[in-house]
């Protein structure tokens, strides 16, 4: 049939009838009614928390818009997708076990690339505010970009450092900042309950990052009932892998939110990988 636009793969929807809510996750092809306009498929449905799969035609499903609820506009955002399937044989091995517990592919929004390399990246200004004050300019150079793009009274949460009760004080500084110009403060949601290693300090030593199972064990949900059925936007310093979104996603997806919608300030640009550092050898480190 021509006209028909299918809902991309990770598309949350709702069913008109039944009311449960879920992603989209392929086409299955069968015979019978209730068909897609093409006569032949019906969407599969990922239900939240749920193994299975649901089936569902497209007259039957409505998108639930959750790009639409966070975002003013996404023109001139940068993406970073998480999909089920890349190019390289790295992400490949990390994304086949992703995908059996999460949504995917899932869209991880920027503001513009990042470049370590250059000392007067704003960016790093934000990274390196623990260490070197607050940069108080940087944060109000991020509000006012942010304030012009971001929907009033989404839940605004920040994906927690490395150390305990340690937060980013510049990204939290920025966070409350805009959840105080009318939207909801959930910078608590999130909360780091176990020490790992540093991003900067596994550079360092040229390891490519920490597995999402690490942040999964590390970070737990505060007051959960705050945020439970909401769409909310979690807001990162840098988007390197993906893997520190995915697993705070997992965990608010858990804990019964909605959907999570990922922005991070800058995405850094891919460059051919160094040799790794197995993580046992950076245990002496901590």
């Excluded at 390196?128 to 009274?153: C, H, W």
């Excluded at 990922?262 to 245990?283: M, N, Y």
Aim: include cysteine.
């Amino acid at each position: 049939m021509t006209g028909w636009k299918p809902f991309p793969d990770g598309t949350r929807v709702r069913h008109l009838r039944d009311h449960y809510e879920g992603w989209i996750d392929g086409l299955t092809w069968l015979d019978g009614s209730e068909t897609n306009p093409d006569g032949k498929t019906q969407y599969r449905i990922r239900i939240q928390t749920h193994r299975d799969r649901k089936l569902s035609s497209h007259d039957k499903l409505e998108d639930c818009k959750d790009t639409e609820r966070i975002f003013r506009s996404t023109e001139g955002l940068l993406q970073k997708t998480i999909a089920k399937e890349s190019d390289r044989r790295e992400d490949n091995e990390r994304l086949v076990y992703w995908k059996s517990f999460l949504p995917l592919p899932c869209t991880i929004w920027a503001l513009d690339n990042y470049d370590r390399a250059d000392q007067n990246d704003p960016v790093k200004q934000v990274k390196n505010a623990a260490i070197f004050g607050s940069a108080q300019y940087t944060v109000d150079r991020f509000f006012s970009k942010l304030d012009k793009i971001l929907a009033p009274e989404i839940p605004i949460a920040i994906v927690p450092s490395s150390e305990p009760n340690k937060p980013n004080p510049a990204l939290l500084a920025l966070a409350k900042r805009l959840a105080e110009n009318g939207r909801a403060d959930a910078t608590s949601s999130l909360r780091r309950h176990q020490s790992i290693t540093s991003s900067r300090l596994l550079r360092q030593n040229e390891h490519t990052g920490n597995t999402i199972d690490e942040h999964l064990s590390s970070i737990q949900i505060a007051e959960p009932s705050k945020v439970a059925g909401k769409v909310i936007l979690i807001l990162d310093d840098v988007v390197t892998t993906g893997t520190t979104f995915m697993a705070c996603r997992k965990l608010l997806l858990d804990a019964g939110v909605a959907e999570v919608i990922c922005l991070a300030l800058g995405k850094t640009q891919q460059r051919k990988q160094k040799t790794t550092t197995p993580l046992r050898r950076l245990s002496s480190l901590h």
